[in-house]
Structure formats: structure tokens, C-alpha cells
């Protein structure tokens, strides 16, 4: 089990495909026989008509064989002729062959059933380039860049998410692959989960890959149109083999070389599997990264440095564990024709990255070698392709290249294995280019410009510079002014030397000088008077002054001076606040106003009165004026300020509307009715106490009852409470408006908070 799941892995990585790979041929022709069961009688020849020579020619064949050869020649008139040494062709009673030269531009020819010693197909070629087949998709593992005509990719297999297991098929096909069909599908749904089928190429070889969910009962299928399955060898070809099986080696179809036109498998449960994990570094920016790992295992160890790791270079980086390279340098790509006739069939491409190259091939005008400039990179793979097709690999041993830049050769190939006809697409060179590195060779030589032995190139100095002859006396201007320091005297030290400031810019300027001291001091502007605000120590030129001018310097003090520059320590704290002593928030220690006073505003505040203010801050009991009960009107009273009939809920319309006589008054007036008979036996029978506080307030009552208490702004602090004790520390000092109902009787009562 372990080899099948080794084999699947390396067809996946290296899926045989057989595309046709030239460009730039003038045409070319597909050569397809099937011999008879005497095929060791049977060979072929074509001859080119302008000078009767064999282009092409094939030795005998194997018993009952089907053989496909694709022939590159340049456009003209020839002759394909089919030879049978035994003298009875390829029909008749030992199995009825046939022959065909065909291409994509409109040739198509064939023999069937001679029975002569030869027979003959006179053709004509045009101008006919051969199709590239391949994979199209860039994310493939056989991702072809030059491919014009697609065939089947070939991918990593899927990493399933949890709950779900990768199914893989693999199919070899037989010499007959475009008869093959397949699919794999949910049984008892019919949903198809996987497919494939329309191949094209040679012995073509495919590779899938699914997800599946764990449970699921899944049936594969495999069709044949002509009816004889995989068995190629049934009619001289080669058997195809398709498989079936998990990420985990769960074989669920096999089968190779049966004859069939639809072959159901078993009904499979997919089971869990769950993929195999390769711990590693996985971080890049370590030496010890893996690109292959899944899951961190903690060896990343040693961070990357770049720099220059040659201990012999002149920058050498002792911290450095890797070398740093330049980004791109020029590279060349050298082909080689060892029979100076041209590759005839086979070519060359090179890719790095998602830049391709080529593709390339050598014609006999090139000779031996050809020079193809390239510019790499060095931080990505480039990969070189060698595609070989038809008769061009008799020729390929005769094929070579080399990829060659600062660092020598990189790649090279030639001869064998190009010769292998089982592996003609494609033969693949890798390697990482290598620019320019940022070391740098250590250079001795004089560093010193002004010698005459100076070595621009020079990075390290070896103390062999010297100079011309020239004036050696300190004391005389030549000598600071010839630029070298002379080896001997030439007398030519005639100036003495005044050394002195030379710029005159500068606060110590000497006109006199003619050597200068490096001494000169910048003019500094500022005032020199020691008493002044402004005072600068370190001033040589003298400017305005300005006067100490004591004062509040702080701008969010209240009594901030901004004409201060010393602060004479006296800045007061801005305290905002109201300051209208007629408000009720005003503030006595607040020096700038707030612009929030609330201003006194008296009248009714009580929520159920008819002239209740809701702006009113400062309580008017005695104005508050209460419903009667008269809800038609007008009646008299309709209004009343009088607290008695306050609680009255419906008066008889007789005493709304008609006329308020004594026996209205002895029906309503609760003053004088039995109970409660007035609102001072309501503050007999309600105790609240102590009023004013500080904390709390207590209510002692028989009754049953609902409290609410109401801030001067209408605010509502307690909200229909049955407590008898209320908590009041937190509330800011003043008056607070009590509403307590018992017995559907409203009574109301003013509590200080101090």
C-alpha cells in the first residue's frame, strides 16, 4: 500500500505528457501504422521528391502493432512509401493493417489492405506548425507557459477541511485515450463529485483530486466508446490502469487492462483520514526554514543576516550567516548543436517566476553554439525545459545548453537522458541564480588624492604614497597652498604665512591673512546688556534689549497678563461658576461666570395642578389650582385653589353644569366628610420626619401608599416607591417636591435636603 501511495505521489509530481514542441519547422506530418501479425515484415520510408532523398525512414516493427510518429520537414512534395519484405502486404488472412500521414492543416492520407511488396502515398506538406500540447493553468504542477492546445492539469492533492477526506483518481490511459470516460458520484443521488474524459496526446496520463464528506457511500465509473475498456494490447497497443483511493491509501477501484464499455466499482463509504502533517520551520526569515513543512515544530533557530559572509573581503560582516546578492544580473543562455545541422524537433524555454523565455531552438545557420542574453534574478528558481518530439529524438544526443553568469555555469544538459523515449516532455534543469555579491575584494594602494602614486580603486592603504618636490617650510604659504606634501625642497617657499580668519562673513575676520586658522567665529546678534530679559551670554554683536515686565504669565490664569515676560508668582485659578447672587446655582467663590445661572422663576409645580408651570423652579403651593372634578364644564367651581376637593375624581353634571349649592358642597367638600375629613387629619395620620436633613427621611403612617419625589426642575428622583425610609445623602442642597397618594388620595409635601 505504502509503493501505490509513493507511485500516485510521483506521477502527480511528474505526469507524463507528449505535447508536439516546435515552432519555427516548416511543417510536418503524423505518420500512424497498425501492421498485420507479421509487423517484423513491415517498414516504411519517405522520400522528398526535389532530389529522391529518404528523409525519414523506419526499420521493421513488432508483431501486430500500432505505432505513431510525428516527422518534422520543411514545406515541399514527397513520397511516403510502406515496404513489406515478404511480398503479401498488410491484409488479407494475417490481420488487416493500414497506414496514415495526417496534421492539423489538412493532410490526410491513407493505405489500407495492400497486398504488394510496396505501396506508395504521394503528399504535399505546406506551411504547418505544430501544436503545443500541455496544461494552461499556471497553478499546476505541470503548468506548460508555451502550450497552445490544452490537456489535463495535474494539481497538488486538496487539503480537505475537517469532516471531509481527499479522494484521488489516477488514470493511465491506453493507447486509445480519447474511447475513456470517467466519473465518481454520490450513490444512491447520482451527484457527480469528480469527472474527466476528451483527453488528447500520446499514452496520456491523468491525475485528480477531491474532497469527499466522511460517511458519504461514493461509486466510480469508468467508460469506454468503443467498448474494450483499458485493453490497448487487445488491439497491439498499451494497457491503460485506473485507480481509485483516499489521501490514506483506502483502495476503493482498481482496474488495468479489462475489457469493458462501462465499469461500475463497489459502493464506498469515504472514511475519515486525516493528511499527513510535516513539522519543520516554517518561517522563512530562518536558516533552518522548510518550505515543505505544514506545522511549526520550534526549530527555527537561527534568524537570517545578510551581508558578506568572505572573510577575506574587505566588507566582511561577521554577524552575517547568509550571503547578500544583488537583485538581477545579465546571464547567457548558450545552445549547442553537436551536428551544426539544427535541432530539427527539439527546443528550449526557461521561466523564473511568472517571467518566460523562449521558446528557443537552434537552425543550421546557427553552427555549433548560439548566445541567448538573459537577465535573472537572484532570489527565485529559474528552471530550464528541454522538449524533444518525433524523429528529433534520434538527433537530441547531438542537443546541448548551459546557463552561465557571474558565478560560472549553473545549468547545463545534454545527450543523454534527452535520448530516453519514455521521458520526451519535458527534461527539467533547476537551479538558483547567483548575482553579484556585495562583497568587496580588498584593494591596497595610496588613498591620498593628492599623491602621485594615488589608486582610486584603493580601499585599504598601504603607505606608499608620495609626492613631487615642492616647498617643505611650514612657516611660508606655498607650503599649505601646492596641495601635497612635498618630499624635498624645492626653494620655492617665497610668501610667509599669516594665518588669521578668512571669511569674511565671520565676527574674527582677518584681512590680513593668507592662511586660514580654521578659528573664525560666526557673527551671534543679541543683546549683551546682563540686566535685560532678553540677555545672551553667548552674543558678540549687540541688539535690542528688552525690559523684565513681572506679571500672571500663565494664559489660563484668570488674571493671565500677556504683556508679562516674568512671572511674578501671583496667578490666580480661573473658577467657573455663576455669579448672579439672585440665582439659585450661584457660586460666591466663582470668579468667571459660566454663563449657567438659573434664574428664579416662581409658580405652580405640581405635575396634577391645572396651572402646573413645568419652568417654574421656586415652588407656590397656595397658587396651584386643582380639577373639582367637573370635566364638562363650566360649572362653578371648575377650578378651585382650595385643597379640599382636590381628590375629587367625577362631580354630578347637575353641580358642574347648573349651579354649586350647599348640597354640591356636602357631597364633595372631603374637609367635611367622614373620613378623611381634612387634610390636616392627612398630616395627623402621615408622619415624615426629620424635615429638613442631611441623609435620610423617614415616613411612619398606617396607610397604604405610593411615594414619588420630584427635583425643582421637574426631575424625577423617586418614582411611585412604597419605602418607608429614603436615602437622600447624595442629593445636592434645596427643596424637594413629595407627591404621596393613599387611599386615592393625593397629599403633597415639601422636604429640604441641607
Excluded at 168 to 195: C, N
Excluded at 348 to 367: H, K, R
Aim: with cysteine.
Amino acid at each position: 500500500m505504502r509503493s501505490l501511495l509513493t507511485l500516485l505521489l510521483i506521477l502527480t509530481i511528474n505526469v507524463l505528457t507528449n505535447p508536439s514542441a516546435v515552432l519555427g519547422q516548416g511543417s510536418w506530418v503524423n505518420v500512424t501504422l497498425q501492421s498485420d501479425q507479421y509487423g517484423v515484415e513491415t517498414s516504411w520510408g519517405i522520400i522528398s521528391n526535389s532530389n529522391g532523398e529518404v528523409v525519414q525512414s523506419s526499420p521493421p516493427i513488432a508483431g501486430n502493432t500500432l505505432t505513431e510518429t510525428i516527422i518534422t520537414l520543411p514545406s515541399g512534395l514527397y513520397t511516403f512509401v510502406i515496404y513489406d519484405s515478404f511480398g503479401d502486404g498488410i491484409c488479407c488472412g494475417f490481420g488487416e493493417g493500414w497506414v496514415s500521414l495526417t496534421n492539423t492543416c489538412g493532410l490526410d492520407e491513407s493505405i489500407y489492405d495492400f497486398n504488394t511488396d510496396s505501396a506508395s502515398i504521394p503528399f504535399t506538406l505546406g506551411w504547418c506548425d505544430l501544436p503545443i500540447s500541455g496544461c494552461m493553468d499556471p497553478i499546476a504542477l505541470n503548468y506548460n507557459p508555451w502550450a497552445t492546445t490544452p490537456s489535463a492539469c495535474e494539481f497538488i492533492p486538496t487539503i480537505c477541511p475537517e469532516g471531509e477526506t481527499n479522494i484521488m483518481s489516477l488514470l493511465a490511459a491506453d493507447t486509445y485515450f480519447e474511447e475513456i470516460s470517467w466519473d465518481i458520484s454520490v450513490y444512491g443521488t447520482g451527484e457527480i463529485i469528480d469527472s474527466g474524459g476528451d483527453y488528447t496526446g500520446v499514452q496520456y496520463t491523468n491525475v485528480s483530486s477531491v474532497c469527499a464528506s466522511e460517511g458519504d457511500s461514493l461509486v466510480a465509473t469508468i467508460y469506454d466508446t468503443y467498448g474494450d475498456g483499458l485493453c490497448g494490447s487487445c488491439w497491439g497497443g498499451i494497457d491503460g490502469h485506473f485507480i481509485v483511493l483516499t489521501l490514506c491509501n483506502d483502495i476503493f477501484f482498481n482496474i488495468y487492462g479489462e475489457e469493458y464499455d462501462t465499469l461500475v466499482s463497489p459502493v464506498f463509504v469515504v472514511p475519515a483520514c486525516d493528511p499527513p502533517i510535516y513539522y519543520g520551520c516554517t518561517d522563512p526569515n530562518y536558516l533552518e526554514y522548510n518550505s515543505f513543512a505544514s506545522e511549526d515544530n520550534g526549530t527555527c533557530l537561527t534568524p537570517i543576516v545578510l551581508g558578506c559572509i568572505d572573510s577575506s573581503a574587505f566588507n566582511y560582516d561577521a554577524a552575517a550567516n547568509v550571503m547578500e546578492m544583488g537583485a538581477e544580473c545579465d546571464y547567457t543562455l548558450t545552445l549547442i548543436d553537436g551536428g551544426s545541422d539544427g535541432w530539427y524537433g527539439s527546443w528550449l524555454g526557461v521561466t523564473q517566476g511568472d517571467s518566460i523565455y523562449g521558446p528557443y531552438e537552434m537552425f543550421p545557420v546557427d553552427a555549433y553554439a548560439l548566445e541567448i542574453p538573459l537577465t535573472l534574478n537572484s532570489f527565485e528558481e529559474v528552471n530550464v525545459y528541454f522538449f524533444t518530439e518525433g524523429n528529433a529524438e534520434t538527433t537530441a544526443g547531438q542537443c546541448g545548453f548551459n546557463l552561465s553568469g557571474p558565478q560560472g555555469i549553473i545549468l547545463e544538459g545534454g545527450t543523454n537522458p534527452w535520448t530516453d523515449p519514455l521521458s520526451k516532455f519535458p527534461f527539467k534543469y533547476t537551479a538558483t541564480p547567483s548575482c553579484n555579491s556585495f562583497c568587496e575584494p580588498i584593494v591596497y594602494g595610496c588613498m591620498d588624492a593628492a599623491a602621485q602614486n594615488y589608486v582610486i580603486e584603493a580601499n585599504t592603504d598601504d603607505e606608499s604614497c608620495h609626492y613631487a618636490a615642492g616647498c617643505t617650510q611650514a612657516g611660508y604659504l606655498e607650503y599649505y597652498t601646492q596641495g601635497y606634501e612635498a618630499d624635498f625642497d624645492n626653494g620655492s617657499c617665497e610668501t610667509l604665512a599669516m594665518f588669521g580668519c578668512m571669511d569674511s562673513t565671520a565676527f574674527n575676520y582677518d584681512a590680513l591673512a593668507n592662511v586660514d586658522n580654521l578659528g573664525c567665529l560666526p557673527v551671534v546678534e543679541g543683546c549683551m546688556n546682563s540686566l535685560a530679559f532678553n540677555y545672551d551670554p553667548l552674543a558678540n554683536t549687540d541688539a535690542d534689549c528688552i525690559p523684565f515686565i513681572y506679571g500672571c504669565t500663565d494664559p489660563t490664569a484668570f488674571n493671565y497678563n500677556e504683556e508679562a515676560n516674568t512671572n511674578d508668582g501671583e496667578c490666580v485659578e480661573v473658577i467657573l461658576g455663576c455669579t448672579d447672587s439672585i440665582a439659585l446655582n450661584y457660586n460666591p467663590l466663582a470668579n468667571t461666570d459660566n454663563e449657567g445661572c438659573i434664574l428664579p422663576i416662581e409658580g405652580c409645580m405640581d405635575a396634577v395642578a391645572f396651572n402646573y408651570n413645568s419652568e417654574a423652579n421656586v415652588p407656590i403651593l397656595e397658587d396651584c389650582l386643582y380639577d373639582a372634578g367637573c370635566v364638562t364644564g363650566p360649572g362653578n367651581p371648575y377650578w378651585l385653589n382650595d385643597s379640599c376637593y382636590a381628590w375629587v375624581i367625577n362631580v354630578d353634571p347637575y353641580c358642574c353644569e347648573s349651579v354649586w349649592d350647599g348640597g354640591c358642597v356636602g357631597l364633595y367638600d372631603y374637609c367635611n366628610a367622614a373620613w378623611p375629613t381634612s387634610i390636616e387629619e392627612f398630616d395627623r395620620r402621615i408622619v415624615i420626619r426629620p424635615n429638613p436633613t442631611s441623609d435620610r427621611i423617614y415616613i411612619e403612617t398606617d396607610l397604604s401608599y405610593t411615594l414619588s419625589v420630584y427635583h425643582p426642575l421637574g426631575i424625577i428622583m423617586i418614582d411611585r416607591t412604597t419605602d418607608k425610609e429614603l436615602d437622600i445623602s447624595n442629593w445636592a442642597n434645596g427643596a424637594y417636591h413629595m407627591i404621596l397618594e393613599a387611599n386615592g388620595i393625593i397629599y403633597r409635601k415639601t422636604i429640604i435636603k441641607q
